[in-house]
T-cell receptor, first 113, second 113 residues
Framework: ETGVTQSPTHLIKTRGQQVTLRCSSQSGHNTVSWYQQALGQGPQFIFQ???????GRGNFPPRFSGLQFPNYSSELNVNALELDDSALYLC????????????FGPGTRLLVL | GENVEQHPSTLSVQEGDSAVIKCTYSDSASNYFPWYKQELGKRPQLIID?????GEKKDQRIAVTLNKTAKHFSLHITETQPEDSAVYFCAAILTGTASKLTFGTGTRLQVTL
């Protein structure tokens, strides 16, 4: 198993609410990437944080935002939740922001009703 | 942007047989190609990777081949075992930039007794 942890493991929200998901990177890793995995699909890149700065973003609206802390842990915030936001949210940590091997956490399964 | 196609979507083999999963990518600049195994309800787990300066890499029963000219890479599993049953994802990335992994759509491998 990797040293990447995520919390919570499961979450149920209603449309319009806001949610915050958390990720702790593996020791020695300063980069966290977030992915959304819908049921039966491959993970889709949301954004990446490298040394507390956003370092690339996928095709997700601004209501998806993030943060990285000095200890390199990270948060993913989603505002104005929609039904289609129901998915497994994965974070992955890597040693640098330059395409090194990424190791995934166990994910947070979000259900929006 | 990068686009990764993966085939087949499902694959059923008998225990002891070989399994081959194929991926093609669109961006000729991509230079790092990891493969992940995801068991039901679990995190994607890196099983093998290959960089563009190498044509083949092997790790026990698993091997990956890369054809840069054709923009094609494949995962080969020999002597399959029931515990190999999972969903396998290929991915591609251009290192040195924001580490946006682009994933294929996944292959569900079923190893039957």
């Amino acid at each position: 198993e990797t040293g990447v942890t995520q919390s919570p493991t499961h979450l149920i929200k209603t449309r319009g609410q806001q949610v915050t998901l958390r990720c702790s990177s593996q020791s020695g890793h300063n980069t966290v990437s977030w992915y959304q995995q819908a049921l039966g699909q491959g993970p889709q890149f949301i954004f990446q944080y490298y040394r507390e700065e956003e370092n690339g973003r996928g095709n997700f609206p601004p209501r998806f935002s993030g943060l990285q802390f000095p200890n390199y842990s990270s948060e993913l915030n989603v505002n104005a939740l929609e039904l289609d936001d129901s998915a497994l949210y994965l974070c992955a940590s890597s040693e640098t922001g330059e395409g090194e091997t990424q190791y995934f956490g166990p994910g947070t399964r979000l259900l929006v009703l | 942007g990068e686009n990764v196609e993966q085939h087949p979507s499902t694959l059923s083999v008998q225990e002891g047989d070989s399994a081959v999963i194929k991926c093609t990518y669109s961006d000729s600049a991509s230079n790092y190609f990891p493969w992940y195994k995801q068991e039901l309800g679990k995190r994607p787990q890196l099983i093998i990777d290959i960089r563009s300066n190498v044509g083949e890499k092997k790790d026990q029963r698993i091997a990956v081949t890369l054809n840069k000219t054709a923009k094609h890479f494949s995962l080969h599993i020999t002597e399959t075992q029931p515990e190999d049953s999972a969903v396998y994802f290929c991915a591609a990335i251009l290192t040195g930039t924001a580490s946006k992994l682009t994933f294929g759509t996944g292959t569900r491998l079923q190893v039957t007794l």
